[in-house]
């Protein structure tokens, strides 16, 4: 089955202690990247890549960092959390080549920052 | 950057149609419109996409103004599953990158 598997799906960590959320798609898209979703705000795009080792920032990319080492991986890293990156984000990846970027959304992983 | 605008929230009975608006005024000529809606406690997922013809798939239909600068979705009969936040974006391409930007989108209620 065609899909973007988000791991942890849950976590609550507390501030200063780095973590990575992973993301990874099956479908051999180029383009993939990171959204949060905070209540009122809708969804903001973090970073994206569009190929391996090419990687760009979207309109909230302040306290992330990501890598896009293999085609199929793009993990979203927390150097230091703060509770203001307390949300729920996002994975997403799409073809460059049908045109359009469709793309295809993980299930989502809500992260609490204390 | 090309934004769209789109009414907050928005009501439909049950089997009636819905028509949900986006402007889109600032778009370019290669941005593609998309989109996507998003049920409680799920990831968007992709509803319709076009560039400048009118589209129908099994979900929607996509109706584009003739200047593109905004666009219309179409529910043909609501039904209580339709009940989710719908987003319009545009696919903005320039200097060999592409961004997928989403706004607030607009809830849709179903009222049975």
């Known amino acids: 089955e065609a899909q973007v598997t988000q791991n942890p799906r849950y976590l609550i960590t507390v501030t200063g202690k780095k973590l990575t959320v992973t993301c990874s798609q099956n479908?051999?898209?180029?383009?993939m990247s990171w959204y949060r979703q905070d209540p009122g705000l809708g969804l903001r795009q973090i970073y994206y890549s569009m190929n391996v080792e090419v990687t760009d920032k979207g309109d909230v990319p302040e306290g992330y960092k990501v890598s896009r080492k293999e085609k199929r991986n793009f993990p979203l890293i927390l150097e230091s959390p703060s509770p203001n990156q307390t949300s729920l984000y996002f994975c997403?990846?799409?073809?460059?080549?049908?045109?359009?970027?469709?793309?295809?959304f993980g299930a989502g992983s809500r992260l609490t920052v204390l | 950057d090309a934004k769209t605008t789109q009414p907050n929230s928005m009501e439909s009975n049950e089997e009636e149609p819905v028509h949900l608006p986006c402007n889109h005024s600032t778009i370019s000529g290669t941005d593609y419109i998309h989109w996507y809606r998003q049920l409680p406690s799920q990831g968007p997922e992709y509803v319709i996409h076009?560039?400048?013809s009118n589209v129908n798939n099994r979900m929607a239909s996509l109706a584009i103004a003739e200047d593109r600068k905004s666009s219309t979705l179409i529910l043909h009969r609501a039904t209580l599953r339709d009940a989710a936040v719908y987003y319009c974006i545009l696919r903005v391409s320039g200097a060999g990158s592409y961004q997928l930007t989403f706004g607030k989108g607009t809830k849709l209620s179903v009222i049975p």
């Open positions: 076009g560039l400048t």
């Open positions: 479908m051999n898209h180029e383009y």
């Open positions: 997403a990846s799409s073809s460059l080549t049908s045109g359009a970027n469709v793309l295809t």
